[in-house]
């Protein structure tokens, strides 16, 4: 997280003078979270139905979290598709239509479809990099016995910064 100490040059965004330690971390955990939530169109057709959408502030605060898209807040997200979502709110036109339940199903399909695609084509990823760093590893005892080379590396695209294959 962001240092949120008054003292050093950097403070979190939007952090006023008065506002403590705690205060800032709360600020920044609760705005992670709703931006968070952008990424689900059901949220957004939530939000829509209740009309918030059509309140200035709330328009206002949107356009206030557009500075999640700087890279030392965006690292933070883990749906990084609400950035787009939260782009797309910035325009009338798309906040209007996510009001229908149609178009709100309609980005809920595609956006699966997407993660779909997705999740196949990371998986002949994975499936490419450990046969290639099989075809350079010595032939093992469990190579000879199950057939299928066992990769004792997988290329550092591929492992998460915990050291573990990432998840598709």
Not at 63 to 85: H, R, S
Not at 98 to 114: E, S
Not at 119 to 144: D, F
Request: glycine share 6%; charged share 20%.
């Amino acid at each position: 997280m962001p240092r949120m100490s008054r003292k050093s040059s950097y403070s979190y965004h939007g952090a006023s003078e008065g506002e403590s330690e705690d205060g800032q971390r709360l600020r920044f955990q609760v705005e992670l979270e709703f931006v968070q939530c952008l990424a689900n169109p059901n949220y957004l057709l939530f939000l829509a139905q209740r009309g918030y959408f059509k309140d200035q502030a709330f328009i206002n605060y949107l356009k206030y979290l557009q500075y999640w898209k700087e890279p030392e807040y965006a690292k933070f997200l883990k749906y990084p598709m609400c950035l787009y979502f939260l782009d797309l709110l910035q325009y009338e036109n798309f906040r209007k239509e996510i009001v229908n339940g149609q178009c709100c199903k309609f980005i809920d399909d595609q956006t699966v479809l997407h993660w779909q695609h997705y999740s196949r084509k990371r998986m002949k990823l994975l499936e490419t990099g450990a046969n290639q760093q099989g075809s350079q590893t010595p032939v093992s005892q469990s190579t000879a016995a199950t057939g299928n080379p066992t990769p004792t590396t997988l290329p550092s695209s591929l492992i998460n910064g915990h050291g573990q294959i990432q998840k598709v």
